[in-house]
């Protein structure tokens, strides 16, 4: 789990309930959003038990855009926290705890203690200005317009809050702010010549700490550009054990600038600090990439910086998995993902599975059917021959001379031939004729004993067609509404993890 204190503001987690308002769509728009959030809702429980929370809450907040239901909220709520997001977890749980229709009273109580935990990590800060109508920015962030309409939510730590506006000096301060404290701090904005100037940047690394003439802006990703007055500035990225990156630029008025600073690793701090990632991936031949830098296809553990780092772990046929995780000092970090096959590879794969078995079984049943022929032929002969052998053995026992039995050589020749000769030719020939039959008979036994082995070695190594499907509850899903979908928390000494199951 991260351990940087970062500020998360609720400014893009949850969709606003203003669009979901605007008129009732006809049936059939709403048939085809219905079909597209379920689509989308079981491609995030894909992504999310896969490792790529952050692709899977996108998938969420979309489904949820397009069928506003409690349980996806409460799912968004969950997922943000686990994501080490609770300003935006604070904000859907407080929404599901205030309308909790259609919840049990299970998940109810799981959603105020979720909520109850989330809020004992954030605390409250009050901005004012002497300008009306000025942005207020935190870590780099824009939050608010001035005057508040209630006290900015932030989590605990430090953070840099600022207050720009139109012809005046950008003013920022670095806070320090405990769990549930309440804090209040006041600009006043000095009037400047000129328009300001902006200036984004562009960096691979997070947890980096953005500094502008000496000034800690922020914290790495910005989302946006921050502003600055016109002129020549210093901007340097600073993160323990890494190598500050700097750059010098000089903006003029009402100018946009951009720099792009990547930080290389301090050798020497990485030998004494660093910790281990070890990957586990359900496929083999995956490409790594972390902060930006390629790490080609994962072996063995990786020596990474202490803090936060971005995974990108890709295969071909493959949707590729982005994850957020952070190292700590002397430790190892595990992580389990799980790759999403592309929809034309899944159709692929099933498509192979299925004929695959297909063949197996058909060559089961085939050999099968072609050696019970052959083990009634064979039985057959094998009667004929015994038939054979018992009318030689007769006629042979009937051949005393003068007995007068069939084949008593003291009778005539015409008697001889018709009560012996024949019968021994006859017997003869059935015995040769099973024979003949024998050769074929275990030729196609033997064919049908490799066809049922072939068969089973088809149908035994083949690929689960089922191997990529996503586990469905039994919940009765009219008109495919959310029903049942909930993270599964779990802990362990050093850390924890979340999967969600459910159904749309």
Known sequence: MRRALVVALALGCLAPRAALAQGSPPPSSIDAQRAEAAERFDRGLRLFNGGDTAGALAEFKRAYALIPNVLVLYNIGLVCAQMG???????????????????????????????DEQLARTAEVTVTANVDGATVEVDGVEAAKLPLAKPLRVTSGSHVVGA????????????????????????????TQGRLAHLAVKTH????????????????????????????????????????????????????GEVTLEPEEDATALASTSGTLALAFDETQVVVTIDGRAHGVYGAPLRLAPGPHHLLAERGDFEPIENDFAIEAGRATSLQLMLVPTPEYRAQFVSKAHTQRTWGVVSIVAGAVVAGAAAVLIAYDASQRNDGNSVLASLQAQSTFGSGDACDMGQAFTALTQRCT????????????????????????????AGVVLGIVLFATADDPHRYDLAQTNDPLPQRTIAHAEPVLWTMPGGGGLSIVGAF
Do not use: C, M
């Open 422 to 449: 024949v019968p021994k030719t006859a017997a003869d020939s059935q015995i040769n004729n099973a024979n003949t039959r024998d050769y074929f008979g275990w030729s196609a036994a033997g064919v049908g004993v």
């Open 205 to 256: 690394l997070p947890g980096a700490d953005v500094f502008a003439d000496g000034q800690r802006i922020g914290i790495t990703p910005l989302s946006a550009s921050f502003p600055l007055l016109p002129g020549t500035h210093r901007v340097e990225l600073r993160r323990a054990g890494y190598a500050t990156a700097s750059s010098d630029l000089t903006l003029g008025e009402g100018a946009s």
């Open 85 to 115: 997001r609770p300003i935006e977890a604070t904000a859907a749980l407080e929404e599901v705890v205030a309308a909790p229709a259609g919840l049990s009273p299970e998940r109810i109580a799981t959603a105020k203690l979720r909520l």
């Open 164 to 191: 720009i506006a139109a012809g005046y000096a950008p003013l920022r301060r670095e806070l320090t702010i405990a769990s549930r404290e309440k804090q209040t701090t006041s600009f006043d904005l000095i009037p």
